[in-house]
């Protein structure tokens, strides 16, 4: 009776509000916290114990992988070493050495005309104008301009941009030519009597030592052309997807720094050279006038 009595005055003026608040407070949410510890150490415990096996079995793996690619790279070292000697005997040019530097795109080109991404590194880490950005092993575009903490890298895709390629089935050379469509390239200058057909494969051909040889950059999925042209127009998808890509590999020669070094010390020599003709072809007319 009691109970129903205090039930029924709550309900009519809420005078027990404060009662039931400090109650609740203090003795009904400890009880029921106490009543459920079970069920949530059990749940800890559980995806504790969850995530150690998955961090377990992650870590096995990536153990076997660095013991796989530490295998490669030995075999890898061996070949260059015996490259290197046969080139030495043949004396031939040393190959082109490569290194590259992570970057991550911090914004895209809202220009529907210009296909540019802006990213994280500029002139301060290196980069370079004229510089190539890989997406993955894909050839992904080169730096259009640099500043000392960040750079913009124009896509295959713009409609100013234009590689050298090769059909990796045939030999055959072309030159892909940005659609400024997102993914899309066009291959131009293919004659009629070439032999390419859908599912071709061009990679980066090394011609003009910028890009470097061989690696990916579209895969051919339309050819056309009509009886009496002399090129045919072939369509083609860009191999890096530009929409996905988030960060980028910048690539220059392992001997950049040295090169410019060196241009730039023969570019003083040479302009010491000048200033000393000039000063002396000045002594000399001044020897003249004397005269």
């Known amino acids: 009776m009691l109970s129903l009595g205090l039930m029924t005055l709550d309900y009519r003026d809420g005078r027990l509000t404060p009662i039931r608040t400090i109650m609740t407070k203090y003795f009904v949410y400890p009880l029921q916290y106490t009543v459920d510890l079970p069920f949530r150490l059990s749940q800890f415990s559980r995806e504790y114990f969850s995530d150690h096996n998955e961090l377990s079995s992650a870590n096995r793996e990536l153990r076997a992988l660095v013991g796989v690619y530490a295998a490669r790279d030995q075999k890898y070292y061996s070949i260059a070493r015996e490259n290197q000697r046969l080139r030495s005997q043949l004396s031939a040019t040393p190959a082109v ?101 859908t599912g071709d494969r061009f990679v980066s051909s090394g011609l003009g030592q910028l890009f470097p040889a061989d690696f990916p950059v579209a895969e051919v999925d339309s050819v056309a052309y009509n009886p009496g042209d002399s090129f045919m127009r072939v369509s083609a998808k860009s191999l890096s997807d ?50």
């Open 242 to 291: 530009f929409n996905k890509t988030r960060e980028i590999l910048m690539i220059w020669r392992a001997d950049y720094s040295a090169s410019i070094e060196a241009s730039n010390k023969k570019t003083t020599e040479s302009n010491a050279q000048e200033s000393s003709l000039q000063s002396s072809s000045q002594d000399s007319s001044q020897d003249k006038a004397k005269q």
């Open 97 to 197: 050495r490569e290194k590259f530097t992570l970057t991550e795109i911090l914004s895209v080109s809202s220009n529907p005309f210009s296909k540019n991404v802006v990213i994280n590194k500029g002139s301060n880490d290196g980069i370079f104008v004229g510089q190539v950005a890989l997406a993955g092993n894909n050839i992904y575009g080169q730096a259009e301009s640099v500043t000392p903490n960040s750079a913009v890298i124009m896509q295959l895709t713009d409609a100013r941009h234009a590689i050298h390629v090769r059909n990796t089935r045939t030999g055959q050379g072309a030159l892909a030519v940005g659609t400024g469509k997102v993914n899309r390239l066009e291959l131009k200058h293919v004659e009629t009597s070439m032999d390419i057909q």
